[in-house]
């Protein structure tokens, strides 16, 4: 199984401030059939399930507000919020579907500083 | 807009049977694009993938390693939904359990509300 490695465990940002969250997988999740990055981030708020944000690495699901980018290549990739807001307070993870099993990263939250 | 609306209990015996039904509307559990699967959430586990159902033209069914010989994900056609029964149930398999839809465009777009299972006598 592919392993998904998240950093930080936690981070405190102020209002308005950028937030980055890596996340580094054990082997590569480019799927070469497309040349894309089968690599997704989900933001999870107490007592909801998952929310895709991302996917394709670098894609931004239907309505996630644009201060949210997604990056990277090969097995490093990297989640982004350019200017923190209020709402956007959660646990972010990181999740591989180039290869069966889907696996995820063990979660990053997000507080205000 | 599609959802998934979850049923069953949040209360199982240890060596018996979890029995969960996802029910979906806004799509059709035999689309030949979707594929229908069941997640779990624990503190001790983090977020788990643990199987999904699919229809191309035939069904198929893949399972976690983990629980393969526990594990049984079925469609039903009739009602629109997918169920997940995992027999013989530990503590340890107390968790959050959701089921969610992947498509080949975007991952596990659509999830639903979650049930809160417990392995308790």
């Known amino acids: 199984d592919i392993v998904m490695t998240q950093s930080p465990d936690s981070l405190a940002v102020s209002l308005g401030e950028r937030a980055t969250i890596n996340c580094k997988s054990s082997q590569s999740v480019l799927y070469s059939s497309d040349n894309k990055h089968y690599l997704a981030w989900y933001q999870q708020k107490p007592g909801q399930p998952p929310k895709l944000l991302i996917y394709w690495a670098s894609t931004r699901e239907s309505g996630v507000p644009d201060r949210f980018s997604g990056s990277g290549s090969g097995t490093d990739f990297t989640l982004t919020i350019s200017s923190l807001q209020a709402e956007d307070v959660a646990v972010y993870f990181c999740?591989?579907?180039?290869?069966?099993?889907?696996?995820f990263g063990q979660g990053t939250k997000v507080e205000i500083k | 807009q599609v959802q998934l609306q979850q049923s069953g209990p949040g209360l199982v015996k240890p060596s018996q049977t979890l029995s969960l039904t996802c029910a979906i509307s806004g799509d059709s559990v035999s689309s030949n694009s979707a594929a229908w699967n069941w997640i779990r959430q624990s503190p001790s586990r983090g977020l788990e993938w643990l199987g999904r159902?699919?229809?191309?033209?035939?069904?198929?069914?893949d399972y976690a390693v983990s629980v393969k010989s526990r594990i049984t994900i079925n469609p039903d056609t009739s009602k629109n939904q997918f169920s997940l029964q995992l027999n013989s149930v530990t503590p340890e398999d107390s968790a959050v359990y959701y089921c969610?839809?992947?498509?080949?465009?975007?991952?596990?777009?659509?999830w639903g509300q979650g049930t809160l299972v417990t392995v308790s006598s």
């Open positions: 999740q591989q579907y180039s290869t069966t099993p889907r696996t």
């Open positions: 969610a839809r992947t498509t080949p465009i975007s991952d596990l777009d659509y």
């Open positions: 159902t699919y229809y191309r033209s035939t069904w198929y069914k």
